[in-house]
């Protein structure tokens, strides 16, 4: 089972996993945790104050979830709970029985459960009134916050073909790419296997909501929007790509995960699609976060400005605009971000090599 717990406090919210656990601190004046790891960049930092006045207030169990790719630690995306939160109100996907739940922060209680047409891997991304998610049927949904009153839903795969796929019946093309709002567009990935086609899709966010968009989806459990009345709504053809995992970004980049290949990135300025230079080894997985200089996948962090890896082993870190936060042998590591160094060595043949330097604080 999994167990998921909350704090009361007299002024703050923040909220972060540890394994299977999850701890939050509720009240009405608290900031917001609307998609995983906090914000766009995933790096799992809040401005918000944590106070160290911390109270149990509930424990609320859950079934333990399997993972797509059980077999392959590097892909587990799906391997526990990550919830967020929105006001007063906790949002719990589950690719178990294929549902979203929205539960009262304060009493721990459920406030409405709604269930899509395949399993949801992916935390869902709150935006003003309104929850974003992805599901395996191919879908990307629009629920209202409050009441899980669906508002539409977008079938994103080419056909509504299934297959058996994790021991569920599954859209040939499933949404494992974690919707992001970046740059007042939602952007999130359809597709797994490069055969059958992969796609990145992304629409306005603004209008997204509005009556002509309701109207044509007036039964969002029957119908959709495949003749496409979304905002802004592009598509474009990702050629041998897998993606799968959250979708990240940086004021000028959006990350898109490929499971256990490199990171794709695309350059929001021109639309240019590249693939840094560096080596994943055993260290790559669906992790995905990063500033506009730093990319860190997996175990690995890369210099973007200078196109090289480097040398630091923070896995899954956490950061804000300053600084860098691992864990290391039992101990927590602090790093600076602001001032990289760039330092020369020799290698074995004498000649001089340039590295990037992240230093310790």
Same mark, same amino acid.
């Given at each position: ?80 709970? +990550? ?8 949002? #719990? $996907? /589950?690719? %178990?029985?294929?549902? *979203?739940?929205?539960?009262? &922060? ?105 009556? +002509? ?8 459990? #029957? $119908? /959709?929007? %495949?003749?496409?009345? *979304?905002?802004?709504?592009? &598509? ?105 160094? +760039? ?19």
């Amino acid at each position: 089972m999994t167990t998921l717990m909350t704090a009361r406090t007299l002024r703050n919210l923040v909220a972060f996993p540890v394994t299977v656990l999850f701890a939050l601190v509720a009240d009405a004046e608290a900031g917001d945790w609307p998609t995983w790891r906090y914000d766009v960049s995933r790096g799992a930092a809040t401005p918000v104050e944590l106070t160290s006045n911390l109270e149990l207030a509930w424990v609320r169990e859950l079934p333990q979830l399997n993972p797509a790719w059980e077999e392959d630690p590097r892909l587990h995306f799906d391997g526990g709970y +990550e919830p967020i939160v929105a006001g007063n109100t906790m949002y #719990v $996907a /589950s690719s %178990r029985n294929d549902s *979203l739940m929205a539960i009262d &922060v304060v009493t721990g209680e459920e406030k409405w459960k709604y269930h899509a047409g395949g399993p949801i891997r992916f935390a869902p991304l709150a935006w003003e009134n309104v929850l974003f998610f992805g599901a395996d049927d191919g879908c990307i949904y629009c629920l209202d916050a409050q009441t899980g009153t669906p508002i539409w839903r977008f079938l994103a795969a080419p056909s509504s073909r299934k297959l058996l796929g994790n021991a569920h019946m599954i859209s040939a093309w499933p949404v494992r790419g974690g919707p992001v709002l970046h740059d007042d567009r939602i952007w999130f990935t359809v597709g797994v296997w490069p055969f059958e086609g992969t796609f990145l899709y992304s629409f306005d966010v603004n209008g997204a909501t509005s009556p +002509e968009v309701q109207r044509s989806s007036q039964n969002a459990e #029957v $119908a /959709s929007l %495949r003749d496409s009345r *979304l905002p802004g709504l592009k &598509v474009e053809t990702l050629t041998d790509i897998t993606p799968q995992g959250y979708l990240a970004g940086t004021p000028s980049r959006l990350c898109i995960p490929c499971g256990r290949s490199k990171v794709l990135m695309k350059e929001l300025a021109g639309g240019k699609l590249t693939v840094p230079g560096y080596n994943t080894g055993d260290s790559s997985s669906y992790h995905v976060s990063a500033t506009d200089r730093f990319l860190f996948h997996g175990g690995v962090t890369v210099d973007l400005e200078k196109s090289r890896t480097v040398s630091l082993g923070a896995r899954h870190p956490v950061f804000d605009g300053r600084s860098l936060y691992f864990g290391n042998g039992g101990a927590v590591i602090a790093c600076d971000l602001v001032n990289p160094r +760039e330092v020369t060595s020799k290698d074995r043949r004498g000649n001089d090599v340039k590295s990037t330097q992240i230093d310790r604080r």
